[in-house]
């Protein structure tokens, strides 16, 4: 060893420990704050009025802002510490117009112009997260109209946690297949909309119990992994989907649960992945033998992978999960598997309904029920592991149709239990159709590309 070794050691561990030390007093501190909440209709109100006209709000009742350009309400909260906090503001927008607002924390602007866009009607609430420093003790924090529009209708502001700025995670990860439909390139999805994560649809057998994308395009060295990275590269992640509707499944052509979960292991392998999908539908789904099988195989590979996450997806009724589904959750559970999201598909009824987002919700409540009774968790804990994945637009059922507004009431739902998923199928289809296009690659209404998943986004968990 050269005899100044030690030295220089020194001198780099000294130099780490001060760039350490400098760098906590340049970073704003992220202070666990207990939700509080600041009934608008207590805050100090200009040129608005306190209203009960519409229904679902807290409190006793909601500020309705005059349609000026200035007009605020004005909150007095208290921090228990100086630092971080996120300001959560529960509004409604039934109009079709954004109500922008400027958030200021005592009397310094924060936020110019947030976005405050519309719900799916007047009582229908939603969260919108701003995330400001606060003072240790008492600050005035604002909400004030910028535009001639006014501000949306304000129940309350909730005082809590940072959130990460608002930007959504793995609960937000749309589908989206690159082999077929005619993809978009998944960086210019992110750029336009903010999202970080994507599900990537669908991993099949080859024929034999060996994985591969569609069934035939290699797991490493092409197009797909090429986008994977991409993705990465762009500060996002992926879950990967196995099965869907199409195709040879892995379910059904390894014949034992331990080769399953080798096939699923060399995806998890190929990619270092955080969490998988187990899309399990038509005859996977129809086969108990098969259903036993895929738990038994996600019992293996979690076990051998630490802080794998696991996703089990499949249709649902209008009421929650049939009792296929009902089966498939108690087998879960009754062999001990911890998985993590169990998600239903809520769309293709076969009633040609158009009131997606409520019957929805209808079928979550349902999901929840199921999933409580099988592993007796609170309902908070039962919230925390189901999700949807609903379907943008016009559906696989002749007349039924998932609305823009549908997709709002979803967001409201998620927000207001925090669920573990909110997602849809597809990226692919979240545009209008042109000449030629078919339904895999648009979704059959009047849209600007990204309205669907413009509002999924919104959601932080």
Not at 35 to 50: C, H, K, L, W
Not at 422 to 444: I, P
Request: aromatic residues 8%; charged residues 15%.
């Amino acid at each position: 060893m050269h005899p100044a070794a030690p030295q220089r050691r020194l001198r780099v561990a000294l130099a780490a420990l001060c760039g350490l030390l400098l760098s906590l007093l340049l970073v704003p501190t992220q202070v666990a704050h207990a939700a509080t909440d600041y009934q608008a209709e207590d805050a100090t109100i200009s040129q608005g009025t306190v209203a009960t006209n519409h229904l679902n709000y807290t409190g006793t009742g909601f500020v309705d802002y005059t349609n000026v350009a200035g007009s605020y309400v004005q909150f007095t909260v208290d921090a228990a510490a100086a630092g971080q906090a996120g300001l959560q503001f529960r509004y409604a927008n039934g109009s079709t117009t954004d109500r922008l607002m400027d958030i200021s924390v005592n009397g310094t602007v924060v936020a110019s112009n947030v976005s405050f866009p519309a719900t799916a009607n007047w009582d229908t609430w939603v969260t919108k997260t701003v995330n400001a420093s606060l003072n240790a003790g008492t600050n005035t924090i604002r909400a004030t109209a910028t535009t001639a529009n006014g501000g949306p209708n304000l129940d309350k502001l909730t005082l809590g946690s940072p959130s990460g700025g608002g930007t959504p995670g793995m609960a937000v990860a749309p589908y989206e297949y690159f082999g077929w439909g005619n993809p978009q390139s998944p960086t210019s999805v992110m750029s336009a909309t903010g999202v970080k994560w994507f599900t990537l649809a669908f991993i099949l057998s080859d024929g034999s119990c060996n994985p591969a994308w569609d069934g035939s395009r290699p797991l490493t060295g092409g197009d797909d992994q090429a986008k994977i990275n991409s993705i990465r590269s762009a500060g996002g992640d992926v879950i990967v989907s196995f099965g869907g509707w199409s195709g040879n499944k892995l379910g059904e052509k390894c014949t034992s649960a331990s080769v399953l979960a080798g096939a699923y292991q060399k995806v998890i392998n190929a990619y270092g992945l955080k969490v998988i999908d187990i899309d399990i539908e038509n005859t996977e789904w129809s086969s108990a033998t098969v259903r036993q099988r895929v738990i038994d195989a996600l019992k293996i590979v979690k076990a051998n992978n630490a802080g794998l996450k696991t996703i089990i997806t499949f249709g649902t009724t209008t009421n929650g999960p049939d009792s296929t589904g009902v089966d498939m959750i108690n087998r879960g559970a009754n062999s001990g598997l911890a998985n993590d999201i169990w998600c239903i598909m809520p769309f293709d009824f076969g009633g040609g309904t158009s009131n997606m987002g409520t019957l929805t919700t209808q079928a979550m409540e349902g999901l929840k029920g199921k999933v409580k009774a099988a592993y007796g968790y609170s309902d908070a804990t039962t919230y925390a592991h189901i999700g949807l994945s609903s379907m943008n637009g016009k559906t696989d059922d002749a007349g039924e149709l998932v609305r823009v507004s549908d997709f709002q009431t979803m967001l409201a739902y998620a927000q207001q239990h925090h669920i573990a998923r909110l997602t849809y199928w597809s990226v692919n289809r979240d545009r209008a159709c042109g000449s030629g296009s078919d339904g895999d690659s648009c979704s059959g209404v009047s849209q600007q590309p990204y309205d669907y998943l413009k509002v999924f986004v919104q959601y932080a968990g």
